[in-house]
């Protein structure tokens, strides 16, 4: 069975820090991959999703960056922190529409926690 | 582009009570659609899905959804709710001619008040 890991679940960092977290999804190939952020209020916002490695597509202009170095792991990066980044961050995955013709859910990691100060 | 649009940020109901949490959706081509649910500090969980077929779709923990093309709605509803349904839904939409991208909408938090 497919599952997906994310770490760490909580984070503190100071301003002006780089920040990295990650993601690997087990049990599945050439899944497509989703970076959210959920701010206090504010719902789910997509900030980046990948259809394949090295292929990135962003959502929201922002000091944040992600890659995808391999298949099944989804990094997001950033060189300096700001007090507006923190928030609970989401990674998910999904299988391809083209793998089988129909879309599927996503499924999601249990999120990490980042609070900037 | 599509968007989704959740009209009701918070929805308190008695236990026992039936609920309703709307969802409205935009896109210019055929659509999936979901309903997720969030308990606190916590990713998401499915709770149902329309992919086709029958506009009336059940899911997980007694909820359903009907998919009307005509109002671009996906409302979801359960007829008697629990303590246990309190928590943070959200519906989302993702095209299903080749976009790759999931689109949720603000979320609804659910109180059961008992």
């Known amino acids: 069975s497919q599952t997906i890991h994310q770490w760490p679940a909580t984070l503190v960092q100071p301003v002006g820090s780089p920040l990295s977290l990650e993601c690997t999804v087990e049990g599945t190939s050439n899944p497509n991959l989703y970076w959210y952020r959920q701010a206090a209020g504010r719902g789910l916002q997509l900030l980046f999703y990948?259809?394949?490695?090295?292929?990135i597509s962003s959502e929201v202009p922002q000091n944040l960056s992600a890659s995808r170095p391999q298949d099944r792991q989804f990094i997001l990066s950033s060189k300096k922190l700001l007090l507006s980044d923190s928030g609970f961050y989401l990674c998910?995955?999904?299988?391809?529409?083209?793998?089988?013709?129909?879309?599927?859910?996503?499924?999601f990691g249990q999120g990490t926690r980042l609070t900037v100060v | 582009a599509q968007s989704v649009t959740q009209l009701d940020s918070q929805v308190p109901v008695f236990e026992e009570a039936p609920v309703e949490l709307r969802c409205n959706y935009s896109?210019?081509?055929?659509?999936?659609l979901f309903w997720y649910v969030q308990y606190p500090n916590q990713g998401l969980q499915l709770l149902l899905k329309y992919l086709s077929g029958s506009t009336l779709v059940k899911g997980i923990n007694g909820f359903e959804a009907e998919f009307n093309k005509s109002q671009t709605s996906f409302h979801l509803r359960k007829p008697s709710v629990h303590i246990s349904d309190t928590a943070e839904y959200f519906c989302a939409v993702c095209d299903n001619f080749g976009n790759e991208k999931l689109t949720f909408g603000t979320g609804t938090r659910l109180t059961i008040i008992p």
């Open positions: 896109s210019s081509v055929s659509v999936y």
């Open positions: 990948s259809v394949g490695i090295g292929q």
């Open positions: 998910a995955w999904s299988l391809r529409q083209g793998a089988k013709g129909r879309k599927t859910e996503a499924f």
